[in-house]
């Protein structure tokens, strides 16, 4: 038998992920971000020798058997970052004539649509739409990174919850729980420590998204300003799901696969905000996909020798993932 490996890699994590081609999981790893943006090049390399070491070990061998590899990695859309991975799969994987590497954001879109046309809007860590439709016209909104861009992501959701705790603390804003729950959360209530200790850190933009599911948990509480935020994401989203949209698709179109992918969609109410925005267009349905990224990477990997994605296939794939995420 043959196998795939699916590989996702984002800002946060980075996962691998090995399945036959009946759709089972028979190796899955998991480790620290791998953002060409954001990340060192000799910190991805270290970082995909090890993981591509425990598949090895966890997989029982099934490393030499790997017949393609289809990579979704945060940064290559710029082709000298896209080429670098290729050469580190060349190298690590050289037995594999087969490889494809794009951008992290195919992973999340073939996660809810099984490798048909769409698309997906993440909003994790950071935030971008990309969508390509039936035709093979390709569009991307946003992305630009959480200092020009990244509207609607965790870490613009946290710095901005940041902000209006601070207006609050210094007498110059509205009212809020958010300050109490971050105080709670770094067990001080010194601001300054609060913000030093952010400064400190050594990956900045992810300990500031930490801060955005405070948002929510304000939210919960009723705290208006926390739900304001919330909604401000959630139109900057909808915006940027419109913009994707106009530019691929014609009002004739049959109804468009909007996959809805990060961390920030796992709580209802950013996503009961997002629907009632896009209410007014009757063609987008909205999707979040029972799979993780790293599952459609996977799909990326069969379809890139041909394999045939039969309803015994997703069946095989989905229960595998669940039974992953039972144990974990």
Known sequence: MSYCLGIDGGGSTTTMAISDNTGNIVAHVQGGPSNLQATSLDEIKDRFEQLIQKLEKQGGGRISQITSVFAGIAGTGYEKNRYWVESLLNELLPHVEKKLVLPDMINALYSGTFGESGIVQIAGTGSVTYGINPDGKE??????????GDEGSGTTLGMKA???????????????????????????????????????????????????????????????LAKQLIYEAANELALSIETAVNQLYTSEEEPIPVILSGGLFQTELIHTYLKEMLAA?????????????????IIGAQILIGNELTEEFRQHLQQSFDQLK???
């Open 162 to 224: 940041l902000q209006v705790s601070l207006r609050y603390f210094d007498g110059r804003g509205e009212p809020t729980i958010l300050l109490e729950i971050i105080q709670e959360h770094y067990k001080t209530n010194d601001p300054q420590e609060i913000i030093s200790r952010i400064y400190q850190s050594n990956q900045v933009k992810q300990e500031v998204a930490k801060i955005a599911p405070m948002v929510f948990q304000a939210a919960l509480r009723e705290d208006q």
């Open 281 to 297: 267009n009757a063609s987008v349905h909205l999707i979040k996909p029972t799979l993780p990224p790293v599952g459609g990477a």
């Open 139 to 148: 569009v991307r909104v946003g992305g630009w990174g959480y200092l020009f």
């Open 326 to 328: 039972e144990k974990s």
